[in-house]
């Protein structure tokens, strides 16, 4: 008996010790790719910051930018497609990069006739059965031409793109952490649970949960809040004319608090909105061309509503702002 007795208790321990090392195992490769992260974060960040100070070089930025997404996304071709559709050449996908940057740097003054040279190419990606196509179209296609008009027709256009984009980015990395962190938690203290979460985001991304989305619209708030006004003081309001009257500086911080939720709110809809075409097409990134992130669309889906609303929200401000002047 008393030889059994000690056999229970060692295999009492061996289970608490295995359940300790997959614990922290576990916890450990959460945080594998943070080293890739930063790497492409402290190569990334610096070199986007210098091509957004010259507005032609941060226009050729922005539909690169585009034409490398729109390239990702004819290679997310939905799962089941290709039994039925003839899978698209090198040539086609190119074509279709090419036409969808065309369109969004045609005509920047005119939003007529470019929606009219939008239907028209929608209505041939229908014709040839490219629905799929037409979806990307739709999803890029319109939220770049708004990146390339506020660096043609703003003054301030520098500040405007790099507040756009450290808010959606921040709430992108917030949400990240937070929903990581609540994970370990969770695992760590099996009496916790984690906040209730609508069904339909699980079905679209099963890895969603209610506190990643606290934790990136705090991210967002905070980017607004604190860190975009003390980035255009650094700017050296002195000699740069587009940030003395910067929003970001002559609104309220409950202003640019509201300015940073919308935005982190539209920001996590742009990312769900990725995951559920990356999920029909059975894939986890959009590509790998940038370590620890995915691809280029990867990076930008959560900017694609909030780059739409931006200025209206932006526009709103400003006119609220004048009035109390007046």
């Known amino acids: 008996m008393a030889v059994i007795k000690v056999r229970t208790n060692q295999q009492k321990d061996d289970v608490k010790s295995t359940l300790s090392s997959s614990s922290s195992s576990s916890s450990s490769s959460v945080w594998s790719d943070i080293p890739r992260r930063f790497f492409t974060i402290c190569v990334g960040v610096p070199a986007i910051w210098k091509l957004l100070q010259q507005p032609t070089l941060a226009y050729v930025f922005f539909m690169g930018a585009h034409g490398l997404c729109i390239w990702e996304f004819t290679l997310l071709e939905p799962s089941g497609t290709s039994s039925n559709h003839k899978k698209p050449?090198?040539?086609?996908?190119?074509?279709?990069?090419?036409?969808?940057?065309?369109?969004?740097?045609?005509?920047?003054?005119?939003?007529?006739?470019?929606?009219?040279?939008?239907?028209?190419?929608?209505?041939?990606?229908v014709m040839m059965q490219r629905r799929h196509w037409l979806t990307g179209l739709l999803l890029l296609t319109i939220p770049f031409r708004s990146w390339a008009q506020i660096q043609l027709r703003y003054d301030d256009a520098f500040i405007n793109s790099v507040s756009l984009l450290l808010v959606v980015w921040n709430a992108d990395t917030g949400a990240m952490l937070m929903g990581r962190i609540a994970g370990i938690a969770i695992r760590t203290y099996p009496s916790l649970n984690r906040l209730?979460?609508?069904?339909?985001?699980?079905?679209?991304?099963?890895?969603?949960s209610m506190e990643g989305f606290l934790g990136g619209i705090l991210g967002g708030v905070w980017t607004a809040v604190q860190w975009i006004p003390?980035?255009?003081?650094?700017?050296?309001?002195?000699?740069?004319?587009?940030?003395?009257?910067?929003?970001w500086l002559t609104s309220s911080w409950r202003q640019r608090a509201v300015l940073g939720a919308v935005l982190s709110v539209l920001a996590i809809?742009?990312?769900?909105?990725?995951?559920?075409?990356?999920?029909?097409?059975?894939?986890?990134?959009?590509?790998?061309?940038?370590?620890?992130?995915?691809?280029?669309l990867d990076r930008f889906d959560s900017s694609l509503l909030a780059v739409l609303f931006y200025q209206v929200i932006y526009c709103r401000i400003e006119e609220t702002n004048s009035k109390t002047k007046l």
């Open 230 to 247: 003390w980035i255009v003081h650094w700017t050296s309001p002195s000699s740069r004319s587009d940030t003395f009257d910067s929003i």
């Open 89 to 125: 050449s090198l040539l086609s996908r190119v074509g279709v990069s090419i036409t969808s940057v065309v369109l969004a740097s045609s005509v920047p003054n005119n939003d007529t006739i470019f929606f009219l040279l939008l239907v028209l190419t929608a209505g041939t990606f």
């Open 269 to 296: 809809i742009g990312d769900l909105t990725e995951s559920s075409i990356k999920r029909q097409s059975q894939a986890k990134d959009s590509g790998s061309i940038l370590p620890g992130h995915g691809g280029i």
């Open 196 to 208: 209730p979460m609508p069904q339909w985001i699980l079905q679209i991304s099963p890895k969603k």
